[in-house]
Protein backbone atom coordinates (compact mmCIF):
# COMPACT_ATOMS: atom_id res chain seq x y z
CA UNK A 1 0.00 0.00 0.00
CA UNK A 2 1.38 3.85 -0.73
CA UNK A 3 -0.29 6.54 0.98
CA UNK A 4 0.21 9.83 -0.72
CA UNK A 5 0.18 13.08 1.39
CA UNK A 6 -0.56 15.71 -1.09
CA UNK A 7 -0.12 19.48 0.69
CA UNK A 8 -0.71 22.93 -0.70
CA UNK A 9 2.16 25.59 0.55
CA UNK A 10 5.84 26.06 0.49
CA UNK A 11 8.83 24.44 1.97
CA UNK A 12 8.20 22.90 4.88
CA UNK A 13 10.00 24.18 8.33
CA UNK A 14 13.16 21.82 9.08
CA UNK A 15 11.54 20.58 12.65
CA UNK A 16 8.52 19.88 11.21
CA UNK A 17 10.31 18.01 8.78
CA UNK A 18 12.39 16.29 11.35
CA UNK A 19 9.48 15.10 12.73
CA UNK A 20 7.57 13.83 9.63
CA UNK A 21 10.21 11.72 8.65
CA UNK A 22 10.96 10.47 12.02
CA UNK A 23 7.32 8.68 11.66
CA UNK A 24 7.84 7.91 7.71
CA UNK A 25 11.02 5.92 8.29
CA UNK A 26 9.40 3.71 11.26
CA UNK A 27 6.47 2.92 8.89
CA UNK A 28 7.07 -0.77 6.89
CA UNK A 29 7.67 -1.25 3.37
CA UNK A 30 4.19 -3.16 2.65
CA UNK A 31 3.16 0.84 3.55
CA UNK A 32 5.05 3.68 2.74
CA UNK A 33 4.33 7.41 3.01
CA UNK A 34 5.33 9.87 0.93
CA UNK A 35 4.56 13.53 1.29
CA UNK A 36 4.45 16.32 -1.55
CA UNK A 37 4.23 19.54 -1.30
CA UNK A 38 2.88 21.54 -4.14
CA UNK A 39 4.46 25.03 -4.67
CA UNK A 40 1.63 27.42 -4.69
CA UNK A 41 3.39 30.31 -5.47
CA UNK A 42 2.82 33.79 -4.38
CA UNK A 43 -0.45 35.29 -4.29
CA UNK A 44 -1.55 37.87 -6.01
CA UNK A 45 -3.43 40.84 -4.12
CA UNK A 46 -6.36 40.97 -6.62
CA UNK A 47 -7.04 37.57 -6.10
CA UNK A 48 -9.94 36.09 -3.80
CA UNK A 49 -9.64 33.14 -1.20
CA UNK A 50 -11.73 31.64 -3.80
CA UNK A 51 -9.32 31.69 -6.84
CA UNK A 52 -6.17 30.79 -4.49
CA UNK A 53 -8.26 27.97 -3.39
CA UNK A 54 -9.31 26.56 -7.40
CA UNK A 55 -5.71 26.84 -8.25
CA UNK A 56 -4.32 24.88 -5.03
CA UNK A 57 -6.79 22.50 -5.57
CA UNK A 58 -6.07 21.98 -8.91
CA UNK A 59 -2.14 21.12 -8.04
CA UNK A 60 -3.73 18.37 -5.63
CA UNK A 61 -5.69 17.08 -8.61
CA UNK A 62 -3.19 17.32 -11.15
CA UNK A 63 -0.76 15.36 -8.60
CA UNK A 64 -3.10 12.73 -7.41
CA UNK A 65 -2.36 9.11 -8.24
CA UNK A 66 -4.82 7.28 -10.38
CA UNK A 67 -7.42 4.80 -8.80
CA UNK A 68 -6.55 6.34 -5.73
CA UNK A 69 -8.53 6.54 -2.52
CA UNK A 70 -8.92 10.10 -1.54
CA UNK A 71 -9.54 11.56 1.94
CA UNK A 72 -9.34 15.54 3.10
CA UNK A 73 -8.46 17.03 5.91
CA UNK A 74 -10.58 19.50 6.99
CA UNK A 75 -11.91 20.65 10.40
CA UNK A 76 -15.39 20.17 8.56
CA UNK A 77 -15.08 16.38 8.36
CA UNK A 78 -15.89 13.75 10.77
CA UNK A 79 -13.76 13.25 13.60
CA UNK A 80 -11.86 9.49 13.94
CA UNK A 81 -10.62 8.27 17.23
CA UNK A 82 -7.08 6.83 16.71
CA UNK A 83 -9.14 3.18 16.81
CA UNK A 84 -10.90 4.13 13.90
CA UNK A 85 -8.31 5.23 11.85
CA UNK A 86 -6.21 1.84 12.40
CA UNK A 87 -10.12 -0.13 11.39
CA UNK A 88 -9.79 2.27 7.84
CA UNK A 89 -5.99 1.82 7.47
CA UNK A 90 -6.55 -2.30 7.81
CA UNK A 91 -9.31 -2.06 5.62
CA UNK A 92 -7.62 0.26 3.44
CA UNK A 93 -4.60 -2.01 3.16
CA UNK A 94 -7.13 -4.70 2.01
CA UNK A 95 -9.07 -2.78 -0.45
CA UNK A 96 -6.73 0.31 -1.10
CA UNK A 97 -3.46 -0.34 -2.85
CA UNK A 98 -3.54 3.85 -2.74
CA UNK A 99 -4.45 6.47 -0.61
CA UNK A 100 -4.08 10.00 -0.70
CA UNK A 101 -3.92 12.35 2.10
CA UNK A 102 -5.11 15.82 1.20
CA UNK A 103 -3.82 19.09 3.65
CA UNK A 104 -4.66 22.13 1.90
CA UNK A 105 -3.34 25.64 2.18
CA UNK A 106 -4.12 28.46 5.13
CA UNK A 107 -7.20 28.79 3.42
CA UNK A 108 -8.79 25.30 3.22
CA UNK A 109 -10.56 23.33 0.68
CA UNK A 110 -13.83 24.47 -1.30
CA UNK A 111 -16.67 22.32 0.15
CA UNK A 112 -16.54 21.62 -3.75
CA UNK A 113 -13.16 19.85 -3.41
CA UNK A 114 -14.63 18.20 0.18
CA UNK A 115 -17.87 16.82 -2.15
CA UNK A 116 -15.60 14.90 -4.69
CA UNK A 117 -13.50 13.40 -1.33
CA UNK A 118 -14.29 9.70 -0.27
CA UNK A 119 -14.20 10.94 2.89
CA UNK A 120 -13.65 14.38 4.82
CA UNK A 121 -11.44 14.07 8.22
CA UNK A 122 -11.07 16.52 11.19
CA UNK A 123 -8.27 15.10 12.72
CA UNK A 124 -9.01 18.12 15.46
CA UNK A 125 -12.02 20.61 15.96
CA UNK A 126 -8.88 22.89 16.85
CA UNK A 127 -7.91 24.92 13.89
CA UNK A 128 -4.35 24.02 13.72
CA UNK A 129 -1.35 25.47 10.85
CA UNK A 130 -1.92 23.02 8.07
CA UNK A 131 2.01 22.17 8.15
CA UNK A 132 1.08 21.22 11.95
CA UNK A 133 -1.59 18.78 10.24
CA UNK A 134 1.98 16.50 8.41
CA UNK A 135 3.30 15.61 12.23
CA UNK A 136 -0.13 15.15 13.67
CA UNK A 137 -1.05 12.72 10.11
CA UNK A 138 1.99 10.75 9.93
CA UNK A 139 2.15 10.21 13.92
CA UNK A 140 -1.67 9.14 13.96
CA UNK A 141 -0.94 6.56 10.84
CA UNK A 142 1.65 5.41 12.10
CA UNK A 143 -0.26 4.82 15.54
CA UNK A 144 -2.93 3.11 13.47
CA UNK A 145 0.06 0.52 11.67
CA UNK A 146 0.88 -0.30 15.46
CA UNK A 147 -2.96 -1.44 16.40
CA UNK A 148 -3.17 -3.63 13.98
CA UNK A 149 0.20 -5.21 14.29
CA UNK A 150 -0.13 -5.37 18.41
CA UNK A 151 3.05 -3.31 19.00
CA UNK A 152 3.60 -1.85 22.52
CA UNK A 153 3.79 1.92 20.77
CA UNK A 154 0.01 2.57 21.16
CA UNK A 155 -1.06 2.40 24.93
CA UNK A 156 -5.08 2.81 25.34
Same mark, same amino acid.
Given at each position: ???? +???? !? ?11 ? &???? /? ?5 ? +?????? $?? #? /? ?11 ? /? ?5 ? /? ?13 ? #?????? !? ?5 ? *? ?11 ? +? !? !??? #? ?6 ? &? ?7 ? $? ?16 ? *? $??? +??? #?????? $?
Amino acid at each position: MQIF +ILTA !GEKTLSWIESGVN &QYIA /RMPGECK +IKILTL $AT #G /RRAKNQTIKQIQM /REQELLI /RNTPKNSLRIALDER #GEQWST !GRLAIKL *RHWLQSSPVVTFY +I !G !GPD #GLTEEFLD &QADAVWSVS $ALTLPHMLVRVLLVEQLY *R $AWT +IIQ #GHPYHR $A
